[in-house]
């Protein structure tokens, strides 16, 4: 198993908690008063603490944390010195140090830096990626839930398990570096090829699909659903014969799919009134039923009791030494491979055993707490 170091936000975290998952060794390394995630709201329960901070709760789940003053030359000594014992190092800010002096502690690191920081709201819009959200002529839409962040730490992993993996072939460290624009852009890239090919611009479809002509997201009594009803020979009947709607049914040149194509915004207002008489669960179930896909859009509060996601160890209880007893997303790694997360660690909590690891005594921590290093 590998040790990393995590000295990232948001992005670089998510991707050394999937390392995390996958039972890695990851140590997070903070400033002695915290780092910035640890602010990030929401906070869980009424405590507005360093501790009680829901995206620190997540993203550092198995991990251990160092409290250390990288801008102290003891603590600068402390990182060297963990460096050399570590495989590697995810960053998304300037380092307290250059390139070889890290190379020097240890020739076979392997360090994954994040490029082009910006708000994430920048990043997105630059990306290109806005531009393809939100109703046709209206404003673009903002992917809520810093989607955008975590879709980059992916990138960041795996970039970092290519530069392991390569290292493991040649026994030389390596740079590694992921664009926050690039990793963005490339879910663009689609409309990109498109356009260069024929000029095709893409334009925001809403809640409408743009590949098939009978697909999209439609309200119920209940909230929203969304069909995807793929066209082959005899389908449109068979759907006719669910949806019963007259004005469609008397249109039979919609058999065809160039046709629903011409048509397809007339098609999905009359499903979206006839579907506002069902609830999203009778859409599903008949649907599936009669071989259509779709599938209810689920909220955090409907995936939270999700059986499916419960049934395949996805989503646990877990005994929380802050919360108790709470439901929690262990992730698709940590699911598959039955890795046992511990919860987040306390800000500095393992300052004393990683150090000691290093070689240092009681005397040695108390000099470093009054020098400011730790």
Request: some cysteine; hydrophobic content about 40%; aromatic content about 6%.
């Amino acid at each position: 198993m590998a040790r990393v170091i995590d000295l990232a936000g948001l992005a670089g975290a998510y991707a050394t908690r999937l390392f995390a998952e996958e039972g890695h060794e990851v140590i997070r390394i903070e400033s002695p008063g915290g780092d910035g995630l640890r602010r990030l709201p929401p906070f869980l329960g009424e405590k507005q603490d360093l501790e009680h901070n829901a995206y620190h709760q997540f993203l550092n789940a198995g991990k251990r944390s160092l409290a250390l003053n990288l801008d102290s030359p003891a603590g600068q000594k402390i990182f060297l010195e963990l460096l050399s014992q570590s495989d590697a190092l995810v960053a998304d800010h300037a380092l307290p140090l250059e390139d070889p002096f890290l190379f020097e502690a240890n020739p076979q690191l392997v360090v994954t830096k994040i490029q082009d920081q910006e708000s994430e709201l920048c990043a997105v819009a630059r990306s290109g990626l806005m531009s393809l959200t939100g109703q046709p002529g209206q404003a673009p839409a903002i992917l809520g839930a810093h989607v955008p962040s975590l879709a980059v730490g992916i990138y960041v992993a795996v970039a970092t398990a290519a530069a392991l993996l390569t290292r493991k072939r040649t026994g030389k460290g390596s740079i590694a570096t992921v664009s926050v624009h690039e990793a963005l852009e490339s879910f663009v890239e689609q409309a990109m090829v498109e356009y260069s090919f024929s000029g095709t611009i893409t334009e925001r479809r809403g809640s409408k699909g743009a590949i098939t002509a009978v697909s999209g997201a439609l309200p119920c009594k209940n909230g929203h659903w969304v069909i995807s009803q793929i066209h082959r020979p005899g389908r449109w009947t068979k759907f006719m014969d669910w949806v019963q709607d007259p004005e469609l049914m008397s249109d039979p040149s919609l058999a065809q799919e160039e046709n629903q194509h011409k048509r397809r915004d007339f098609i999905m207002d009359r499903l979206d009134t006839w579907a506002k008489g069902f609830t999203n669960t009778e859409l599903v179930e008949e649907a599936q039923r009669r071989h259509f896909p779709a599938s209810p859009v689920s909220t955090p509060l409907d995936l939270i009791d999700d059986p499916q996601l419960i049934a395949r160890g996805f989503l646990k209880e877990i005994d929380h030494p802050e919360f108790g007893r709470i439901k929690f997303p262990v992730g698709a790694i940590a699911s598959v491979l039955k890795t046992q997360l511990p919860a987040a660690p306390r800000l500095g909590e393992h300052n004393m055993q990683i150090l000691t690891q290093l070689g240092y005594t009681a005397d040695d921590r108390q000099t470093l707490i009054s020098a400011g290093a730790i």
